[in-house]
């Protein structure tokens, strides 16, 4: 199974970056699980036309008690893909990371990953690793990878290298390792010179380079990833790219 | 009042759990909670405190370590206080502050082990559960991290007890007994987990021929010794005559066959009319029940106030999740034998039998502990 965990900067694309790539797993036959752990709970919206799935937190606000089925917390969006958001407290109250862990809690007392044998599973992470409770997707048992999204702006390689420097911090815990760089273009001054010097100081590879794509925009106005829209456009290719190589890397290891 | 207790007990947590399962095997417990919180894990709920040495300590958790995550700090003064100590293993579990902060302690155990070059382990405990969840989860770890080499069998006939901790058996002889009762039933002690044997005892356990579970905390560390080494296990505590007799011809059986059977729970409750009714843990409870109604004829039924697996349950044994449960069911039975600390609630015309329970009342009816096994049941109905 491939576990992923999709960081980087508020704004920066994560969540276009993930659930992209989602659908590029589903192209590819994969059977997909995409897990928003955002108080937002907009990571998924674009895999389900736009309807989304009723945040955890959303949901123990709401009924007043744990959920009982899978079915009751998930949604099934383009390509079959399975797909959850964490949500997260009242704003202004309430520990939004503490909502992460229960919500992982409780989706393994729901045998999540026992009954849905997906093949992929990714993790669309809040911008900064600020406490625990956002470091969960990296824990033994969740993802084992993760992908680090930034543009060539000096706040995104900012959180990036803070990203970077806080799994490292990890390694004797058998946490997740940064697999490598998703450069989601901002087209600034030399952005992939820039990239390329924080991933080389790095020791990173930039896996994939996402152009801006005014049909990303174009698409997600329609509730859709351009990897369901059209997946023949070059910006669509990317995502399948980099799908295929870690697909391809999983079944290597 | 739902899922309340405001005249009884409740029964201790899972933190007292891991500490009384892990006691006496030379192992440091670090509980991850606010300093002063030893008393509980290890005075209230540890007969032994005052007369055998053990290595549990509480971190002495902050406002501030909480809030900055110094998971640095615990780790660097658990290796500290290791190399003094050279501790046979470390484990670490925390209290609900940890839960609520999403403290990992699988984590920092692995980072402990990797710095101390000791085996660690993380436990799950939030104080949010009973002690048999945490005093399993520690036994558990125990015999996966020293259980691991597949020993020939002993010559003899021989067992394991697996699951024996003062919380159920307090510091009366009990546990004596069961081990004098494996002898007079055929079968030499091999190791008892984990009272009155070593880690290295338990690192042998793979040589018995079957394993006498002795509490529900024990199911899955016998589940994991029959998964490694195929030994069967029997679920029991040998009290009264003839369910001892009982038990003892499980065990045999299950030694000669290899399959495992829930000897405790092979009754059944599910007849109308009023019964006696037992509080408590489902192996100990369930195998009281199972003598009474062998020795004495009177029809019983278990109540089951904490954790337990369904298949631990006989058809008619009831769960209860709070007190006005527990007094609804005491109302409708012929008696009850319980903890001193249910009779308040319990209906004035129903006969109220004294059962000291130590984890539902810690120390405060140690003087009255009953010593059950092999021995007469002390009761006529």
Redesign the interface.
Known sequence: MLKLAIYGKGGIGKSTVTSNLAAAFARLGCKVIQIGCDPKADSTINLLGGDPVIPVMNFLREHDREPERIEEIAKTGFGGVLCIETGGPTPGLGCAGRGIITTFSLLADLRLFEQHKPDVVLYDVLGDVVCGGFAAPIREGYASQVLIVTSGEKMALYAANNINAAVHNFEDRGYATVRGIVLNRRNVDREEEKVRAFADANGLPIVADIPRSDDIIRYEDMGKTVVEGDPELDVSGRFLALAKLLLEEERTA | MKQTARIISIHAADTSGVCSMLYELGGMVVVHDASGCNSTYSTHDEPRWYRQDSMIYISALTETDAIL?NDEKLIADIAAAAKDLSPNFIAVCGAPVPL?????F???A??IE??TGIPAFGLHTSGMHSYLAGASEALEAVVSHFCTEALPRTDAPSANIIGATPLDFSVNGAVESVIGWLKKSGFELVSCMAMGSTLDDIRRASAAHVNLVVSSCGIAAAELLRKRFGTPWIAGVPVGEKFSARLASALKTAAASGGCALTCAERDASAPGRKLAIPGEAVFSGSLAAAIEADLGTPCRVLCPLEAEDRLLAPGDLRIFDEDAASAAFAEASGVIADPMYAPVCPPDVPFFRLPHEAFSGRCYRKESLNLIDHPLPWRF
Not at chain 2, 100 to 104: F, K, M, N, P
């Open positions: 995550g609520l902060a999403g403290t990992d699988p984590a920092i692995a980072e990797a710095r």
